[in-house]
């Protein structure tokens, strides 16, 4: 990882004279708490560290800082988020540098809160296959399979999509067990009743805080965002399930056939509301209905943006 | 005059204004028997549903919701039908992982001269509503009425 670290410092610091601003991540005060870090001098990189604790899908500056040179440190899984912006036509490819970087896996932090049984974290380290955390009770190691983010464990492409830089390939992956049951699964083993219940139960804990919102690379619309307008009024601000669950399904509506499932509205919310399950039984049906997956094509276009006259899957309920 | 016995359940009808609001008259028109439980709503395109309609009309307590509009290659605005049937198609999916039965939810095509395939829709689907009963409802959350709903629109 330091080896790595070095590399990609390197890198930076040959093409930062070119660019306004290159986004990397750092540690914060404690080593759950991953921040963005904006690099706009040579300085700024001895504060720059990536590993599995670093989670955040820093793509979602991209779109407020078009117009910019940038930088971006990326992930496979953001380089899709990269592609959906660019397909969208939020971002320029010849603005962005891509400092591609070899992923072992994200963290879920929220699962090694867990862990840790509500102990208080004095220090967290994640090594290759294993996170150990010190509580004051001691140190436990928790297996890294069991606190990774649910994308992880069936990430097609650990290696950006594109870059322009690439920090020395690594060699192996240790991500290599099942993953573990989804929210989608279990709601998929549900009646209908049940399923409703379910986000009663979610929407009823939500504190319209709309952080799930705000962290979503795809979210783009600002300070005109249909859940604050007045006319039309989409959602009024009872405090109430119903309006929280038809604002997810504006969020899951709004991003269908654009979301990349990063994950990051999920890992934001700090009630720890499953919203994911949703966008994912979304892209389920886009996969089947039109064969497509966002992010992962510069040329393709979104499949809600077009149609065919003739849909191969999708079958006319009634004769015509 | 009710063919179904019982309580009348909540129907919204999304219309196409050029079509199926037109076969809906013809239906009319030629005294067609239909149940009443659709209360529809004239748009100027299946184009112009916005899935979230939908949606919508479900969480403020509908039992049922059922677009119609011209048939494919017919639209007065060339493409409109063909935008909406993908995004319905996808909303089936949001409606069945949310909870709501993606079976309350019907899109069809209806021309102006089809009296009589538009009172076989109603009646088809109104039959269908009523065989799923009403539609799960929040517990704690009062309900949607005309007057909570002009508030909230104000
Ligand atoms: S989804 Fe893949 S690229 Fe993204 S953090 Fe997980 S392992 Fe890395
Ligand atoms: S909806 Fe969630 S998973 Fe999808 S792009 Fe937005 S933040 Fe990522
Ligand atoms: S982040 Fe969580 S709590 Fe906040 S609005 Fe979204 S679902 Fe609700």
């Not at chain 1, 891509?98 to 963290?107: D, L, Q, R």
């Not at chain 2, 049922?64 to 993908?86: E, I, M």
């Given at each position: 990882?330091?080896?790595?670290?070095?590399?990609?410092?390197?890198?930076?610091?040959?093409?930062?004279?070119?660019?306004?601003?290159?986004?990397?991540?750092?540690?914060?005060?404690?080593?759950?708490?991953?921040?963005?870090?904006?690099?706009?001098?040579?300085?700024?990189?001895?504060?720059?560290?990536?590993?599995?604790?670093?989670?955040?899908?820093?793509?979602?500056?991209?779109?407020?800082?078009?117009?910019?040179?940038v930088g971006i440190v990326t992930r496979g899984?953001?380089?899709?988020?990269?592609?959906?912006?660019?397909?969208?036509?939020?971002?320029?490819?010849?603005?962005?540098?891509?400092?591609?970087?070899?992923?072992?896996?994200?963290?879920?932090?929220?699962?090694?809160?867990?862990?840790?049984?509500?102990?208080?974290?004095?220090?967290?380290?994640?090594?290759?296959d294993i996170v150990s955390v010190t509580t004051?009770?001691?140190?436990?190691?928790?297996?890294?399979?069991?606190?990774?983010?649910?994308?992880?464990?069936?990430?097609?492409?650990?290696?950006?999509?594109?870059?322009?830089?690439?920090?020395?390939?690594?060699?192996?992956?240790?991500?290599?067990?099942?993953?573990?049951?989804?929210?989608?699964?279990?709601?998929?083993?549900?009646?209908?009743?049940?399923?409703?219940?379910?986000?009663?139960?979610?929407?009823?804990?939500?504190?319209?805080?709309?952080?799930?919102?705000?962290?979503?690379?795809?979210?783009?619309?600002?300070?005109?965002?249909?859940?604050?307008?007045?006319?039309?009024?989409?959602?009024?601000?009872?405090?109430?399930?119903?309006?929280?669950?038809?604002?997810?399904?504006?969020?899951?509506?709004?991003?269908?056939?654009?979301?990349?499932?990063?994950?990051?509205?999920?890992?934001?919310?700090?009630?720890?509301?499953?919203?994911?399950?949703?966008?994912?039984?979304?892209?389920?049906?886009?996969?089947?209905?039109?064969?497509?997956?966002?992010?992962?094509?510069?040329?393709?276009?979104?499949?809600?943006?077009?149609?065919?006259?003739?849909?191969?899957?999708?079958?006319?309920?009634?004769?015509? | 005059?009710?063919?179904?016995?019982?309580?009348?359940?909540?129907?919204?009808?999304?219309?196409?204004?050029?079509?199926?609001?037109?076969?809906?008259?013809?239906?009319?028109?030629?005294?067609?028997?239909?149940?009443?439980?659709?209360?529809?709503?004239?748009?100027?395109?299946?184009?112009?549903?916005?899935?979230?309609?939908?949606?919508?009309?479900?969480?403020?307590?509908?039992?049922?919701?059922?677009?119609?509009?011209?048939?494919?290659?017919?639209?007065?605005?060339?493409?409109?039908?063909?935008?909406?049937?993908?995004?319905?198609?996808?909303?089936?999916?949001?409606?069945d992982v949310m909870g709501i039965q993606p079976?309350?939810?019907?899109?069809?095509?209806?021309?102006?001269?089809?009296?009589?395939?538009?009172?076989?829709?109603?009646?088809?689907?109104?039959?269908?509503?009523?065989?799923?009963?009403?539609?799960?409802?929040?517990?704690?959350?009062?309900?949607?009425?005309?007057?909570?709903?002009?508030?909230?629109?104000?």
């Open positions: 990882m330091v080896q790595h670290t070095q590399e990609l410092r390197k890198l930076i610091a040959q093409a930062l004279p070119e660019l306004d601003v290159v986004l990397a991540w750092t540690s914060g005060s404690n080593q759950l708490a991953s921040a963005p870090l904006f690099i706009t001098a040579e300085d700024d990189l001895d504060k720059l560290d990536f590993g599995p604790m670093h989670v955040q899908n820093l793509a979602a500056y991209l779109p407020s800082l078009k117009g910019r040179k899984c953001d380089s899709r988020t990269i592609i959906e912006l660019l397909q969208e036509k939020l971002i320029n490819r010849d603005e962005i540098t891509i400092f591609g970087i070899p992923c072992t896996g994200a963290v879920n932090i929220r699962k090694v809160r867990e862990a840790a049984d509500g102990q208080r974290l004095r220090s967290v380290e994640a090594g290759k004051d009770e001691g140190v436990r190691t928790i297996p890294m399979q069991d606190v990774l983010m649910e994308k992880c464990y069936n990430c097609p492409s650990q290696t950006p999509l594109i870059h322009d830089h690439m920090v020395t390939e690594r060699n192996g992956c240790h991500m290599t067990g099942e993953a573990p049951e989804s929210t989608l699964d279990k709601l998929d083993a549900m009646e209908p009743d049940a399923r409703f219940a379910f986000w009663e139960e979610s929407m009823d804990r939500c504190i319209r805080c709309y952080a799930c919102r705000n962290a979503c690379p795809l979210c783009v619309c600002k300070d005109s965002c249909v859940a604050q307008s007045r006319d039309p009024h989409w959602v009024d601000l009872s405090d109430n399930p119903r309006e929280k669950l038809m604002f997810q399904a504006i969020h899951a509506l709004h991003t269908a056939g654009r979301c990349t499932e990063c994950g990051e509205c999920e890992r934001a919310c700090p009630m720890g509301i499953p919203i994911l399950a949703m966008k994912q039984a979304l892209n389920r049906r886009i996969k089947h209905l039109f064969d497509y997956e966002a992010g992962m094509d510069m040329e393709n276009t979104p499949p809600l943006f077009m149609f065919r006259q003739q849909e191969e899957h999708i079958k006319e309920r009634d004769a015509r | 005059m009710p063919v179904l016995e019982g309580k009348e359940l909540r129907i919204v009808g999304f219309l196409c204004n050029w079509c199926s609001y037109g076969g809906a008259d013809t239906a009319g028109v030629g005294r067609f028997a239909q149940p009443t439980d659709l209360r529809i709503i004239k748009l100027p395109c299946t184009g112009r549903v916005n899935p979230l309609f939908v949606v919508r009309a479900f969480l403020n307590g509908a039992d049922g919701v059922l677009v119609s509009g011209c048939h494919p290659g017919d639209c007065h605005y060339t493409a409109g039908n063909f935008y909406a049937r993908r995004r319905l198609e996808v909303l089936r999916e949001l409606l079976e309350r939810f019907h899109y069809t095509w209806v021309s102006a001269s089809e009296g009589q395939k538009w009172k076989q829709v109603v009646s088809d689907f109104t039959a269908r509503i009523h065989e799923l009963g009403p539609a799960a409802s929040f517990s704690n959350c009062p309900a949607v009425t005309v007057e909570t709903g002009m508030k909230a629109a104000i």
